[in-house]
């Protein structure tokens, strides 16, 4: 064991901490916007909505990230139309293809989530609501919203982990977040053992406190469960 | 676009579909390889003994903590160091190349077995200790009852969970695609670099993907109404 150079390699990979932490920031809070879009879509009713917010979650969910990403990187720069429209500016970096494939991929799992969350909300909390004579806005934002946040929590915090641990992928497209420049001193060194205990040890640190974060959320959103003093 | 991917010399969709059974052949072999690093996992967790339940408490942690790729990229250059290392303690000290296919079930293996252990943990935990009372009082010894009620019980509580280690697992084959073994997405990147056409052959591999998941999710759903045929619907 080379104890020099794990501390060595300790600044160059604290410094992708941020790039790490941006791509899932940014992914999980677009991917939360596409999961609500189809999520409503799904319990909409409306037949043509939900069977394309279906196809897409069942697609998303049923092939690897991996192939996500290369579709969008090296798949869509393939096409004459792709690169002469306005998108090309982002698509063509790997930057914002990740963040794209990320959010794709987070927001088909999240709307399975959310439409959980959302369905098992009591009908009589609906019902009662609806006699007080609130409103379909009020009813969502004070009982549905409420109730379906609480239960959607710690299936929450699981996919935040997930998410974490899948922008390593982004290092498959030149990304350099803490994978990509673990890769890279690995392959200068070939200390492999050293950098990968202090490149997980930095992916053990930050998912802890998305777990601690989520746990606290969570404590602070159910002050009705906590026993009396 | 779509001749690409015609069948003999001239496309490459026998290549692909090779690429389909090599993925089918290791996420099987990681799969039952994760059964038994699963089993063993559970059984230390379960055990009264301390380190082991330690032991078994990090390996769960770090493995499922730590991303897929990283524990891949570990096997996968640390690999024959490791291998020679351990030849070396038995005196054997020439140069030993760890094949590919080796490297990506041990990795996937590792990866599927520290999420089995969780099922298989919570599934040992939900048989009702009446039923191991009662094997006892009937004389069942250790091995009997594991064999007769502690195992089938188990397996019919894990099922569903193991159903979706499994989908991981299919999925997690796709990154071993780095240690160049050529499966899906290998033959795909193969095909991609060698016509230019990169969307043809990754939108091949996803259509591939989701006919595996979806064969896989019917074959488990069929195999759970089988486990649940003895339990009354409520």
């Known amino acids: 064991m080379d104890w020099e150079l794990m501390w060595d390699s300790v600044p160059a990979l604290l410094a992708a901490v941020p790039l790490t932490l941006q791509l899932v920031a940014l992914a999980l809070l677009l991917g939360l916007g596409m999961a609500a879009l189809a999520a409503w879509a799904r319990l909409s009713g409306h037949a043509v909505a939900a069977g394309a917010a279906s196809a897409y979650v069942f697609v998303f969910r049923g092939t690897p990230l991996l192939v996500q990403i290369f579709l969008i990187y090296y798949g869509l720069s393939q096409f004459e139309a792709v690169r002469a429209s306005l998108f090309w500016p982002l698509l063509r970096e790997p930057y914002w293809c990740a963040i794209l494939a990320l959010m794709l991929n987070t927001g088909a799992y999240q709307s399975e989530i959310i439409r959980g969350a959302i369905l098992s909300v009591p009908q ?10 609130m409103s379909r806005l009020l009813l969502f934002r004070r009982i549905v ?85 | 676009m779509i001749e690409l991917l015609a069948f003999g010399d001239g496309g490459w969709g026998d290549e692909m579909l090779q690429g389909a059974a090599m993925t089918v ?36 942690t770090v493995v499922r903590g730590v991303p897929e790729l990283l524990v891949i990229y570990l096997l996968f250059f640390g690999g024959s160091g490791m291998v020679m290392a351990l030849a070396s303690v038995f005196g ?22 520290a999420y089995s252990t969780e099922v298989i943990r919570g599934a040992a935990q939900a048989v009702p200790y009446g039923q191991i009372e009662a094997a006892r009082a009937c004389g069942m010894g250790r091995w009997l009852i594991l ?12 099922l569903p969970g193991l159903g979706n280690v499994w989908q991981l697992t299919l999925k997690d084959t796709a990154l071993i695609s780095v240690t160049a073994l050529a499966e899906i997405m290998r033959q795909a990147a193969v095909g991609a670099g060698s016509t230019k056409q990169p969307f043809v052959f990754y939108a091949a591999a996803a259509v591939l993907y989701l006919l595996l998941t979806t064969v896989s999710t019917a074959l488990f759903d069929r195999a759970e109404k089988n486990a649940m045929r003895g339990v009354r619907r409520a």
């Open chain 1, 124 to 133: 009589g909390q609906v019902e009662a609501a609806r006699a007080c004579g």
């Open chain 2, 25 to 60: 052949a290791v996420a099987t072999s990681a799969f039952l390889l994760g059964l038994v690093f699963g089993t063993l996992g559970a059984s230390a967790k379960l055990s009264r003994n301390l380190i082991l339940v330690g032991v078994a408490e990090a390996y769960t």
């Open chain 2, 92 to 113: 054997y000290d020439e140069y030993i190349e760890v094949n590919a296919f080796v490297v990506g079930v041990v990795a996937v293996g590792l990866i599927s077995g």
């Open chain 1, 145 to 229: 919203l409420p109730v379906a946040v609480r239960q959607a929590l710690p299936a929450y915090g699981n996919e935040i982990i997930l998410m974490v641990k899948a922008s390593s992928l982004a290092s498959t497209i030149t990304l350099l977040e803490i994978t990509g420049v673990a890769r890279r001193i690995i392959s200068q060194t070939y200390a492999v053992f050293e950098i990968f205990i202090v490149a997980g040890i930095l992916y053990l640190l930050i998912n802890f406190a998305a777990a601690r974060l989520i746990r606290w959320a969570e404590w602070r959103m159910t002050p009705h469960l906590r026993a009396r003093v």
């Open chain 2, 147 to 158: 064999r007769r009620i502690l195992g089938p019980l188990t397996l019919r509580h894990a």
